[in-house]
């Protein structure tokens, strides 16, 4: 019976936690704007928690750097489970356009595991919405009938990637020859 | 009445009583003048006491290839007084220009770490931006081959 | 009672400047600040200088996501020193009018994010609905909400049509009110008032020696704006003034943040009257010749300075770029230093050092003596709210 009621309280409001791994600040303020009145990210009961330790989602933000790719995980590992994390911006995908400088490591993901892509330079606030909206449709049906909604009236096409996505578009791009 | 930038560089000639390794306005507003490297501090005085206030806006390090140039970006009544000493490689220290002028104390730092020029008389020589493990003698913005290039770059994935 | 000393960041989003800040306090005051950057050093000076200058110019504008213009604007104009071209007129007020919107932009970020950090949420809630005015503007005007890639080598990318021009003067309008009404607020709102008075004081001259710039120069009673010292794109053939405020504190910084709103919307509202038609890119060379040359521009938080050095070739050898913050860090210890605990968030804050993304977060460090705890950013904007 717990797990039911802890399952219903992470779909109704998941606490999200913001973490930039060396972003330019684009994307971070565009995760803000989202979770202002006009994109109100709030109104599907997420909360933007300071510490890692009572967040379920972490928006992990640009390249990560070489001094920060400890701290990364260390707030990685003070996350309680079930964990996620959502990587915004393009950045936090690849490290382009800072790849390859000496201090930039590559994408989140070159730190620890990512569960939604979220492309764009700086990601828009719309997609990112839309990224932790898809993130929850796992966990709440509400938010799975409106995913579900905006998939059958909008073209959502590259506005988000699994992690599954990614690494086929990673494999064209590596048979393309980059 | 406003000087212009060749103004400022006839007064430096006139009134600077040591070694200018160059002078020249390039533009209305921008001067440039070069003094040998021990000579900064001295440079740094001279233009403070001539044309108070004086604001620095920030310190460049440039590897030339034998000399390490340290630009100094100074403005003053809208005109843009730019100081160069030429740092020969392997001498690698210049005179820390912040107990004169204290909007220093960072720009040298960088200039310190990136390109391996020693401020004699920092206050607070550390680190700056380079992280914790970055190896000691690896100077990022030289131009030289540098020992540690992307061989790390692996196993970090 | 013994010296406590705390970290906060290094989590933290910035430009080239993360900073982790190590406090020492003495019961509630802080008697030292300290500073480590480089969290977010992303090698940008050196990967200049192993790119061409087309290349160049994207990745500057990546250094900062909500100055990327003013980076664009500083490298470009740097650029075009070196190779002689002449940017057209209506070019020219094009990049002008983009340099205003992102003040606007930023400085309202600032004013919403300073608000949160005093307690006063209703204020971020209104600025930051109130800046997806000029979010919208920039989105139609460019086509992105940031890095708007508006500024090239030898004029801008995208012309300003007549009918973008009515849409803009339209949100212009709404937001001049809106920057008034929100001076107003912040002179008679008595909650806000004792937050934000005589907090972070520094004096002018003290300013001038750290080297600190733009609002933070200005709020200490010193007019110094590269607009007027180094009169770039036509900001001489616009009628306005440099906003100074005598109050040296954070309050100060505030009014002469909300005023420069006001003035850039006036500024852009000039620019468009007079802009001249015309091209809007003038054809530049694929060489750049030898040299070197500087340029500042005036960025939302203060003076932004790029020196470039060319060799001949298309790939430069040196671009080295200095960026506000970095000036008002020494001026922002300062600020700390002497003051409440409490007032730490927003006497740093005050700098705008693009500390603007709402919560930061501690990792317990390892450097801390036996008596040293460490206290997460959102305790200490509790504590700042509870004061």
């Known amino acids: 019976m717990w797990s039911g009621v802890l399952k219903w309280a992470r779909g109704k409001s998941p606490w999200i936690c913001h973490l930039n791994c060396g972003s330019c600040n684009g994307c971070d303020i565009e995760i803000v704007a989202a979770l202002m009145p006009r994109f109100d990210l709030e109104r599907f009961g997420v909360l933007l928690e300071g510490s890692p330790r009572h967040a379920d989602l972490l928006l992990a933000t640009g390249p990560v750097t070489r001094q920060i790719k400890d701290r990364v995980v260390r707030v990685y590992e003070q996350m309680a489970e079930p964990k996620f994390v959502v990587c915004v911006g393009t950045c936090g995908i690849s490290g382009s356009p800072y790849y390859p400088g000496y201090n930039v490591l590559g994408g989140v993901d070159a730190a620890i595991p990512v569960d939604m892509y979220v492309p764009g330079c700086p990601a828009r606030p719309d997609a990112i919405s839309y990224g932790v909206l898809k993130l929850l449709a796992a966990l709440d049906p509400q938010a799975r009938r409106l995913v579900e909604r905006i998939e059958a009236t909008r073209d959502t096409a590259g506005l988000i990637y699994t992690p599954e996505e990614m690494a086929q578009q990673r494999d064209h791009l590596e048979e393309a020859g980059h | ?157 | 009672m013994a010296k406590l000393s705390f970290p906060v960041g290094p989590q933290h989003p910035a430009l080239k400047e993360p900073e982790n800040l190590r406090f020492s306090v003495d019961g509630e005051l802080v008697v030292d600040a300290d500073i480590r950057l480089g969290y977010v050093h992303r090698s940008i000076e050196r990967s200049c200088s192993e790119r061409n200058y087309v290349q160049d110019l994207y990745l500057c504008e990546r250094v900062c996501g909500i100055c990327s213009n003013a980076h664009t604007l500083a490298y470009c104009m740097a650029v075009e020193k070196l190779t002689e071209v002449e940017v057209p007129v209506r070019a020219q007020y094009i990049r002008m009018i983009v340099h205003e919107f992102e003040r606007i932009h930023s400085h309202l970020l600032w004013l919403g994010v300073s608000g949160y950090e005093v307690g006063f949420e209703s204020l971020l809630m209104y600025v930051w609905r109130d800046r997806e005015i000029i979010q919208d503007i920039l989105e139609m005007v460019s086509g992105n909400r940031g890095h708007y890639a508006m500024t090239t080598l030898g004029g801008v990318r995208y012309d300003i049509t007549p009918e973008m021009e009515a849409r803009i003067r339209e949100g212009l309008q709404i937001l001049r009110e809106r920057a008034e009404y929100y001076a107003d607020i912040c002179t008679t709102e008595a909650t806000f008032l004792k937050r934000v008075r005589d907090v972070g004081t520094i004096s002018g001259d003290r300013c001038r020696e750290l080297g600190a710039a733009g609002p933070t120069l200005r709020a200490s009673g010193i007019s110094f704006d590269i607009r007027t010292e180094f009169p770039y794109l036509q900001y001489d053939q616009v009628d306005w003034q440099v906003y100074t405020s005598e109050l040296c504190d954070v309050l100060g910084r505030t009014l002469v943040r909300v005023q420069e709103v006001v003035e850039a919307c006036d500024i852009s509202l000039q620019a468009l009257d007079q802009m001249p038609d015309g091209e809007i890119q003038a054809r530049f060379p694929r060489r750049v010749p030898e040299g070197e040359a500087t340029a500042r521009v005036e960025a939302q938080r203060g003076e932004l300075i790029y020196y470039v050095r060319s060799d001949g070739s298309d790939v430069p050898v040196r671009v080295k770029i200095r960026t506000p913050t970095l000036a008002n860090l020494p001026a922002a210890m300062e600020m700390v230093t002497g003051g409440y605990v409490a007032d730490i968030p927003i006497a740093f804050m005050s700098i705008d050092p693009c500390f603007s993304c709402t919560d930061r977060m501690v990792v317990l460090d390892d450097v801390g003596s036996g008596e040293s705890r460490t206290m997460t950013w959102p305790e200490l904007v509790r504590l700042g709210r509870q004061q």
């Open chain 2, 1 to 157: 009445m406003a000087v212009t930038a060749s103004e400022l560089v006839e007064r430096i000639q006139a009134e600077y009583d040591g070694e200018l390794t160059e002078a020249e306005a390039t533009s209305e507003v921008d001067a440039w003048v070069g003094v040998p490297p021990e000579d900064v501090r001295g440079m740094a005085r001279f233009i403070i006491d001539t044309w108070a206030p004086v604001y620095l806006s920030t310190i460049t390090g440039v590897d030339t290839g034998r000399q390490i140039e340290v630009l100094y970006h100074f403005v003053t009544g809208g005109l843009a007084l730019n100081v160069r000493a030429a740092v020969d490689k392997g001498v690698d220290e210049i005179d820390s220009i912040t107990p004169l002028v204290p909007a220093a104390v960072l720009y040298e730092r960088e200039v310190a770490e990136m390109l391996g020029v020693e401020m004699i008389g920092h206050p607070d020589p550390r680190r700056l931006v380079l992280p914790e493990d970055w190896p000691e003698g690896d100077y990022p913005l030289r131009r030289d081959e540098r020992p540690t290039d992307r061989e790390d770059e692996e196993d970090n994935g």
